[in-house]
């Protein structure tokens, strides 16, 4: 099945800077990569998502990049902000047809005033 | 617009208790829906699935169970609950053949 590796686990940065999480997945066949922001106590939200037809989307100061073959796709936070301060977890989902994404294990950014 | 409720908010249960937790979706018809769990610090752990009334897949074995008795509607139960048990629990949903899910704001359970 797909396999998904997610770094780093914790990424610290200052406010204004930029922040990159990176994931890593297994199978070609995977075409559809969403990126979720959890904040603390509550649920996982989408923030972006991006297909394999694509190779990068932004949505104002997130953007995500999608290398097919190297087999892998980026989350890209510039002008960081303390509410940016979550946990991001990326997936990959497509594999033989299914719907069922494969999660990256987070990354926890924390963003210091 | 589409609304997905879950509740309880917060459970806090004995060790050997049953556990029923409740998911329903409004603003769709036949959704997919799943039940995660989030241990304390750690990712998302798919537990079961389901693309139809009746219709349940497990990913993992366990002491948990699910059903779904009507289209927007997926329940979770446990008929005797263990430590291990303790989690966040997050219903998700996603439109039929669309892999976009959208969670619920989840179940905090803790077992004693």
């Known amino acids: 099945g797909e396999n998904v590796e997610q770094h780093p686990s914790t990424l610290s940065v200052q406010e204004g800077d930029s922040a990159v999480i990176k994931c890593t997945y297994s199978?070609?066949?995977?075409?559809?990569f969403p990126w979720y922001k959890q904040e603390l106590g509550k649920r996982p939200q989408l923030i972006i998502d991006?297909?394999?037809?694509?190779g990068e989307k932004k949505d104002q100061r997130i953007a995500v990049t999608l290398n097919k073959t190297a087999k892998h796709f980026s989350l890209h936070i510039t002008e960081t902000q303390p509410e940016d301060s979550a946990v991001y977890f990326c997936?990959?989902?497509?594999?033989?047809?299914?719907?069922?994404?494969?999660f990256g294990r987070g990354t926890s950014l924390i963003v210091h005033p | 617009s589409q609304t997905i409720h879950q509740w309880p908010a917060t459970l806090v249960q004995p060790v050997g208790s049953p556990l029923s937790l409740e998911c329903t979706v409004e603003?769709?018809?036949?959704?997919?829906l799943y039940w995660y769990r989030q241990a304390a610090g750690r990712g998302l752990q798919l537990l079961f699935y389901?693309?139809?009334?009746?219709?349940i897949s497990s990913e993992v074995p366990q002491n948990l169970s699910a059903s779904r008795p009507q289209d927007r509607q997926f329940i979770l139960s446990s008929k005797k609950l263990l430590l291990s048990d303790s989690g966040f629990y997050l219903c998700?949903?996603?439109?039929?053949?669309?892999?976009?899910?959208?969670f619920g704001p989840g179940t905090r359970l803790t077992v004693l």
């Open positions: 998700a949903w996603s439109v039929q053949g669309s892999d976009t899910q959208y």
């Open positions: 603003g769709t018809s036949n959704p997919n």
């Open positions: 199978d070609s066949a995977s075409n559809y």
């Open positions: 997936a990959a989902s497509g594999t033989g047809g299914s719907y069922i994404p494969t």
């Open positions: 389901s693309v139809g009334i009746g219709q």
């Open positions: 991006i297909r394999s037809n694509v």
